[in-house]
T-cell receptor
Framework: DQQVKQNSPSLSVQEGRISILNCDYT??????FLWYKKYPAEGPTFLIS?????DKNEDGRFTVFLNKSAKHLSLHIVPSQPGDSAVYFC??????????FGKGTSLLVTP | KAGVTQTPRYLIKTRGQQVTLSCSPI?????VSWYQQTPGQGLQFLFE???????NKGNFPGRFSGRQFSNSRSEMNVSTLELGDSALYLC?????????????FGQGTRLTVV
């Protein structure tokens, strides 16, 4: 049972434009959400997170938005750069439980 | 400080064999989680160990097992390997608060079953 869903397997964006990656979750107990970035043959690296008490968190070019009522979060990358091309995983957790990951969205930023 | 270390990086095994993978977490981290990554399936949670006890478990058959030692190092064992077990196995460690907070991943062990 997939509790964290990333419905877009892939996304292609032009360099300099905004990339928006979406994630939905079903478990209302989740209270902490994270985005990870993964290059081939490497482990995922932490990108940005948000607690359920917030609706926005920003770190440089990366902003995560959380809509608790819709059980939806999104990652915005502005401006997108070719080095951002990677697979992005959304993850969610509830207290005392391990991270629950989506299937990932492969982002391609073209020059 | 040193990151999460997984050994070996690559492994080729034959169907029916067993395999043991190792993970050394970041110093001071007591939570270690294991994930399986296969194409199109994302990161599927195997189990989490916290202070030598299995705290959470995913939906994998009993052929998949693990343990954690007093120094927080963890091992994962897969017995009676099947072709479908071919995957990237990732280990993640979390801070003193345990699993569910920001996790730091190792580079993974690429297991190929032939």
């Amino acid at each position: 049972d997939q509790q964290v869903k990333q419905n877009s397997p892939s996304l292609s964006v032009q360099e300099g434009r905004i990339s928006i990656l979406n994630c939905d979750y079903t478990n209302s107990m989740f209270d902490y959400f994270l985005w990870y970035k993964k290059y081939p043959a490497e482990g995922p690296t932490f990108l940005i997170s948000i607690s359920s008490i917030k609706d926005k968190n920003e770190d440089g070019r990366f902003t995560v938005f959380l809509n608790k009522s819709a059980k939806h979060l999104s990652l915005h990358i502005v401006p997108s750069q070719p080095g951002d091309s990677a697979v992005y995983f959304c993850a969610a957790s509830a207290p005392g439980y391990a991270l629950n990951f989506g299937k990932g969205t492969s982002l391609l930023v073209t020059p | 400080k040193a990151g999460v270390t997984q050994t070996p990086r690559y492994l080729i095994k034959t169907r029916g064999q067993q395999v043991t993978l190792s993970c050394s977490p970041i110093s001071g981290h007591r939570s270690v989680s294991w994930y399986q990554q296969t194409p199109g399936q994302g990161l599927q949670f195997l189990f989490e160990y916290f202070s030598e006890t299995q705290r959470n478990k995913g939906n994998f058959p009993g052929r998949f097992s693990g343990r954690q030692f007093s120094n927080s190092r963890s091992e994962m064992n897969v017995s009676t390997l099947e072709l479908g077990d071919s995957a990237l196995y990732l280990c993640a460690s979390s801070g003193p608060g345990g699993g569910g907070t920001e996790a730091f991943f190792g580079q993974g062990t690429r297991l190929t079953v032939v």
